[in-house]
């Protein structure tokens, strides 16, 4: 049977006593003990809410109350106020662990009416016998234990452990078939035998079924729909590219009109090509760092929106005032973090769109911090739209504790549609695998579970809090060099001197020099503060190139080798992110690398010292100094004027020629043609294109390709030529070698 692990924590400065309190305590430690329950016994709290992280491991509290210095007014009584803070602290994180107090002379009425509440009882010592206050605690302990568990991964242990024999798929048995070979045998120890004996095929009754959303796992869904604020919540287990084509699938047909952030994820534009709609495109700001910033509030306009519909070359015979588009899709965080006011969108747009589409799949945990608002998709007690009806979609994994491809697609109703849950499962099954892994599920379920307030409040409050400490302590290293040159966090001029500070502070105010997105609307976005972007020198915000710099992608290979993996790198920027997971140790170590890598480059240091292992994979540049690798490739990128390149190729029109599926549908029927770089211009893709940095699509299927991003790529072909190993990475590019041994780089596009 599995044991869990979760001690009795005693907290009571005579512990490790010689005297009668000592002997009191220790002989009730002992007396659990025998019970079969651990126990952790320390003599003092040291830092409270340090202290108070212990919540998550242990099964219940007992605190001793007694104190020499006890003074009769318990508001003054310093070993009280301590009680006070400390149970505020767990309560804070934890509404359920059960709290004991422990006293020789006190008794309840020595304690305030705001502490005696969150207790599970008083034991006073000497009245009964350990055994029996011990019986008494663990009763308490073990139904706290026996209730933390979500539905479906309760049910999920259970069967793990039930030791009943299978004869249904998965073939490995519970694992039992690694045991056969000796690297089976070593896969099996790697990943142990519950992740194996938990891998179990869907015919397993009593787990209910994913795709029909019965059993446990319905209950599980619903529980999850109860904590995220959404009328229906179904989990996805391959990812929120999957969570995007359900939503679309189940809400737009061949030949319609749809509304489409241009920023948006690729699954998005999967999407399009496989309902056959004609995408009118939303364009974002961006500034000359290359950070995509918000689309601006009038072109969520119905009038701007039937401009473009008007205007559109695929459109033209059709009555733009006719059209209804059938979804609006907005990335809800974009890359960089930006966040919109959702109820402004849902209110502009209602009645004439009948879908609202918002990806948060970096978005999941704003739901549970009043810090972000309205912005974001679903919240409590906001109002519902008349007519549209609102999906999120949230990658559980990405800031939650999902693991990989754990997903969600969250539906709020409006007040006169309500969502068809068996029509919504038609596009459900028709994206989803018949043997989805119940590790995902169960690991949807207890994401959720963990985001149950108040437990998920503090998770998201303490993620703020670690990422305002960041952007404080690199402001403070900043303030040290003095007119040194140092990295900056991108944000708002003003941060909060300590704790969270006010959501206002991180609301984008139109015309602030430190985003570039010019006149944005009043209380329209929003930064959020856990994403961050770190600014490296020589690029300005204007895409003016000082005399010296340092691109980003050599500061992250850099970080790379000292262990610190950054989530995306940019021209001069690179992304981090404060998730539930961050400790300060991450951040902390990502800092003293950064002040490293500052060292190595002021003085130059060779390559092959400092970047070993990427000297090793490009030998040609172990001589160089870092600095002055950093400034080669800054001189080339300003050479190419890479920024303005960069944001105009992005906020250029492309003229779509076809539809995005008739250009894909070429494919099929083999009606494409292999171009090279030199002779795309006015040719029309059947590919799409994405350059990394930044991974936004470029070019979608149908489109013709313009001089800008000719210019674009053959830029990056040149550039990629002179520094291998530091080139851009454009997805969709097909590279081939000739007969004559000459390297080449072609796209796919519709046979002329
Ligand atoms: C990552 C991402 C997705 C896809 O999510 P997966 O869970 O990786 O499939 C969708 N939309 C946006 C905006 C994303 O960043």
């Not at 305030?112 to 605690?137: C, S, Y």
């Not at 568990?149 to 030791?163: E, I, K, N, S, W």
């Not at 299978?166 to 099996?188: D, E, N, Q, T, Y």
């Not at 949807?444 to 409040?457: N, Q, R």
Request: proline share 5%; hydrophobic share 40%.
């Amino acid at each position: 049977m599995q044991r869990f692990h979760f001690p009795i924590v005693i907290i009571d400065e005579d512990f490790r006593s010689e005297n009668t309190s000592g002997l009191g305590i220790r002989a009730l430690a002992d007396a659990i003990q025998k019970e079969g329950f651990e126990v952790v016994g320390v003599t003092s709290y040291g830092d409270l809410s340090q202290f108070a992280q212990q919540q998550s491991r242990a099964g219940a509290f007992i605190l001793s109350i007694d104190d020499e210095e006890f003074t009769p007014g318990p508001e003054l009584d310093p070993a009280v106020l301590n009680l006070r803070n400390f149970i505020s602290e767990i309560r804070f994180r934890n509404a359920d662990i059960p709290i004991y107090l422990y006293g020789e002379t006190r008794t309840s009425q020595h304690i305030p009416n705001d502490i005696l509440r969150e207790l599970h009882g008083f034991i006073h010592m000497f009245e009964d016998t350990p055994e029996f206050v011990a019986r008494h605690i663990i009763r308490e302990a073990k139904s706290y234990l026996d209730g933390l568990a979500p539905p479906f991964f309760r049910a999920l242990m259970h069967y793990a452990q039930d030791g009943s024999y299978s004869w249904h798929c998965p073939g490995h048995s519970g694992g039992v078939a690694f045991l056969k070979s000796p690297i089976g045998r070593m896969f099996h120890q790697f990943f142990g035998e519950n992740m194996l004996r938990a891998d179990v095929c869907n015919a397993v009754e009593e787990l209910g079924q994913l795709l029909d959303h019965t059993g446990p796992v319905a209950d599980s869904e619903k529980n999850a729909a109860r904590i995220f604020n959404a009328d229906h919540c179904f989990f996805v287990t391959n990812g929120t590219s999957t969570s995007n084509k359900m939503v679309w699938h189940h809400t737009v047909a061949p030949g319609d009109v749809v509304l489409v952030d241009r920023n948006c994820h690729k699954s998005i534009l999967h999407s399009i090509i496989m309902t056959g709609a004609v995408p009118v495109f939303l364009t974002p700001t961006r500034n000359h760092y290359g950070i995509i910033g918000p689309i601006p509030e009038s072109e969520f306009s119905k009038a701007a929106i039937q401009k473009k519909i008007a205007r559109h070359p695929l459109l033209q015979g059709v009555d733009a005032k006719k059209v209804r588009p059938k979804i609006l899709t907005v990335t809800q965080s974009t890359y960089d973090g930006v966040l919109y006011n959702t109820e402004t969108i849902k209110a502009k747009l209602d009645g004439w769109v009948d879908t609202i589409h918002f990806d948060e799949a970096w978005l999941p945990h704003a739901a549970f911090h009043k810090f972000y608002g309205a912005y974001h998709a679903m919240g409590k007690s906001r109002p519902r739209p008349k007519q549209a009806v609102v999906y999120a979609t949230q990658s559980t994994h990405k800031l939650l504790a999902g693991i990989s491809q754990a997903s969600q697609v969250l539906v709020q109703d409006s007040q006169t549609v309500k969502l068809d849950r068996h029509l919504f499962n038609e596009a459900y099954l028709m994206h989803t695998s018949t043997s989805p892994q119940y590790a995902i599920i169960a690991s949807c379920d207890v994401a959720a579970a963990m985001m149950e307030p108040p437990g998920g409040t503090a998770l998201v409050e303490e993620s703020i809090r670690e990422a305002l400490d960041f952007r404080r302590a690199m402001r403070k290293v900043d303030e040290e060099y003095g007119q040194d040159w140092w990295f900056q966090v991108w944000g708002p001029d003003k941060l909060a001197v300590e704790d969270i500070g006010q959501p206002q502070d991180w609301i984008l105010q139109a015309n602030e020099a430190w985003h570039g997105f010019g006149k944005l609307a009043k209380g329209f976005n929003m930064l959020d503060p856990i994403k961050s972007t770190i600014i490296t020198p020589g690029l300005d915000v204007s895409g003016r190139f000082a005399k010296s710099g340092i691109p980003a992608s050599i500061v992250t290979k850099f970080l790379a080798e000292h262990g610190v993996v950054v989530e995306k790198t940019g021209l001069y920027s690179f992304f981090i992110m404060f998730t539930i997971g961050i400790t300060k140790g991450r951040w902390n170590t990502l800092l003293t690398a950064l002040q490293q890598f500052k060292d190595d480059y002021d003085r130059n240091q060779p390559l092959w010292r400092i970047m070993p292992e990427f000297c090793q994979a490009n030998p040609r540049y172990e001589r160089m100094g870092l600095r002055d690798l950093c400034q080669s490739v800054h001189e080339a990128y300003a050479k190419g004027d890479i920024a303005r390149l960069t944001t105009e190729v992005y906020l250029a029109e492309l003229e779509p020629a076809m539809k995005p599926s008739d250009a894909y549908a070429c494919i099929a029927h083999r009606k494409t043609e292999r171009v090279q770089i030199d002779d795309l211009e006015g040719r029309v893709t059947t590919a799409m294109l994405t350059p990394y940095p930044p991974g936004i699509p470029l070019v979608i299927p149908g489109e013709r390709f313009n001089r800008r991003v000719v210019d674009y790529l053959r830029f990056t072909r040149e550039f990629n030529a002179q520094f291998p190993g530091f080139g851009a990475d454009v997805h969709g590019l097909v590279a081939e070698t000739g007969a004559d041994g000459v390297r080449r780089y072609f796209v796919d596009c519709v046979l002329d």
